[in-house]
């Protein structure tokens, strides 16, 4: 498990999409500019260590931004992150670094009506914290390097992704001034993760610049997208939900999202498709219908140009690396 997610060149000249630990991968090319919504989190003057948990579907799951630091532990359900200008399918066990005001968002799979009543632990802190804190112990100066990577979301897995999962769960129940030194402990695994066990997903270059309005476009068509993956997705339907012509909804999702309606779908269609065949034994043809793919050639195409690999070789490499 745990490959560097990056970008290669497959035998067409064309940029295809290396494997994560959980099957996932960078979208290719595009460079979006919306941060999302502006999340305030409500400083402490008892504590520089925030810690909080909460469940799904919530108001705080959604495409949003702040500039904190932030840590997040997945504790149960499947679904897919969204992180700059990246779409990774994860599942439980997962452990996020995320940089100050990098968006981001957890779409989890659930049926109308169901609830994760404890999906997220997530952990705040503000970057200048962190800088009093490398400055006055040199201890702990191998965290600039992992903050840096938090710029494009530092991905944990395997039992690095255990131990530092572990220390957040904790967390819970421990003092404030232990939070502090939870929060060194968390960090120090990430500092000393194996390569194969910690990777980054946001294409390097990428720079978020708040897009006023867009926020809660994009948040609306995720929900829509993410609710409708196995059947017809109109942008029609989609710009009408949002009160908007179809020429002005297309420029604004493509001025947010870095890349255009259509090429936003078949991402999000390809990430469940990745998730699904590593996470479940379903057939690739129920997998590709699930997905929204009624032809099983133009699933194939679609797929192997946004991971290099045949659904099947997908799902065998991943086996490969669980084993």
């Not at 500019?33 to 008892?46: F, H, K, R, T």
């Not at 670094?97 to 503000?126: F, K």
């Not at 997208?225 to 059947?231: A, F, K, N, Q, V």
Request: net charge positive; hydrophobic share 40%.
């Amino acid at each position: 498990m745990g490959a560097v997610a990056q970008v290669n060149n497959n035998r067409h000249g064309k940029a295809a999409l290396a494997q994560t630990s959980f099957g996932g991968f960078v979208p290719k090319g595009g460079s979006p500019n919306d941060s999302g919504v502006l999340e305030i989190i409500v400083p402490d003057a008892q504590a520089s260590v925030r810690w909080a948990k909460h469940g799904y579907p919530s108001s705080l799951a959604k495409w949003h931004h702040h500039p904190h630091i932030e840590i997040h532990l997945i504790r149960e359900g499947t679904g897919l992150m969204m992180a700059g200008n990246a779409v990774v399918p994860y599942e439980a066990g997962q452990v996020a670094l995320i940089g100050s005001n990098l968006p981001h968002n957890w779409v989890s799979d659930i049926a109308p009506g169901e609830r994760l009543r404890r999906r997220d632990v997530v952990c705040h802190v503000r970057p200048e914290t962190m800088r009093l804190l490398m400055s006055g112990f040199p201890e702990t100066s191998g965290f600039a390097m992992v903050l840096k990577r938090a710029g494009q979301a530092l991905v944990l897995s395997g039992e690095s992704a255990r131990q530092a999962g572990s220390i957040l769960e904790n967390m819970e129940e421990h003092s404030l001034a232990c939070r502090v030194s939870d929060l060194i402990r968390v960090l120090d695994v990430f500092a000393h993760a194996p390569a194969d066990e910690s990777y980054t997903v946001v294409a390097s270059g990428y720079d978020p610049a708040v897009c006023s309005g867009a926020e809660s476009v994009v948040n609306d068509a995720i929900e829509y997208i993410s609710s409708h993956l196995s059947g017809e997705i109109s942008m029609d339907l989609a710009a009408r939900q949002a009160g908007m012509s179809v020429s002005a909804f297309s420029r604004l999702f493509k001025r947010a999202a870095g890349i255009g309606f259509s090429d936003f779908v078949r991402r999000l269609r390809i990430g469940h498709a990745c998730r699904l065949l590593t996470t479940t034994n379903q057939s690739v043809a129920s997998i590709r219908r699930a997905c929204g793919y009624g032809n099983a050639s133009n699933f194939n195409r679609r797929f192997f140009e946004e991971t290099g690999e045949t659904p099947t070789g997908w799902r065998k490499k991943y086996i490969g690396r669980t084993r």
